[in-house]
């Protein structure tokens, strides 16, 4: 089991701090989130809050999350980074790849790249993206990042993306990891044709043991029964070594947390108490998980 520390929404002057003391403490990962803006118009429901609104506001604090792992990286030398999960649908796919090549490459190679389709319509139109088949579209991007990101001259020509021969250079000092994330069947289905992971928002322990479970199913009925793959899950109910231990059993590979969270620390806080937490649960579960 993996613990990753989420950093989702605090402010940006703590992020250094936090990834510094995260890697003392054991943690194996940051997870960074993505959000392009936050647009008084929205014409979707938000999929992962059960009356479909927005848990953060217009003055919520957000970092593009490659921007961040370049500048954690920096003052870091072992914990790894990767987004849960930047928004494909919207981006270009042959610029995101020279920024993630660049980011893996600076980060030496401690870089994985957490994918969604993105669920708000303003965020693909106002980026100049279409809204309309965005899932095959994104299907055809993955591809083309692959392609790139794997390394030498290549070439695309496909329905939505084609380009002639280029090479993006250096390449990655090691493959990037593609997790995919999403709890519909197509994005399930995604991630056990592509993908290296999958990767979950917020999900009760009986949702993500029915997820893990299936996404088994369909690993197993590509022939991937035996390939590694990442279980990332944001687990809502179930807490302390004896939660965790019920969510390895359940499959899950790599526990995603804000310990501060739980001892009534608020995002806004200042970094102190913060950093307090991340020791502690250091201390207390990652050192004795699984003793």
Known sequence: M????SIAMNPLDQLGELARVAEEA????????DSLFYSEQVSADYPYTPDGSRFWTADTPW??????????????????????????GSRNPVLLARQVNSVAALTGGRFGLGLGVGWSPEEFEWCGAPY?????????????MRLILDGGMVEYH???????????????????????????????????????????????FEELRTTVA??????????????????????VDR???????????????????????FDGIGFDAEVGPKLDSIRKFGAEVIAKFGR
């Open 239 to 261: 807490f302390g070594l004896e939660g965790y231990h019920e969510q390895a059993e359940a499959g899950v590979t790599d526990i995603i947390t804000m310990p501060w969270v």
């Open 158 to 204: 496909g329905e939505y993306f084609d380009f002639g021969k280029l090479r993006m250079s250096p390449a990655p000092p090691k493959r990037v990891p593609f997790y995919i994330g999403g709890h519909t069947e197509v994005a399930l289905r995604r991630a056990a044709r592509v993908a290296d992971g999958w990767s979950s928002a917020m999900m009760t």
């Open 63 to 88: 970092v593009d999350p490659l921007v961040a792992t370049a500048s954690m990286g920096a003052v870091t030398e072992r914990i790894g980074f990767y987004t849960s999960v930047l928004k494909l």
């Open 26 to 33: 054991g943690f194996s990962s940051i997870v960074l989130p």
């Open 132 to 144: 309309e088949k965005r899932g095959r579209r994104v299907d055809e991007a993955i591809d083309v």
């Open 2 to 5: 993996k613990f990753s520390l």
């Open 214 to 235: 299936r996404l088994k199913e369909l690993l197993a009925e590509r022939g991937r029964e035996h390939d590694p793959f990442e279980y990332q899950a944001v687990c």
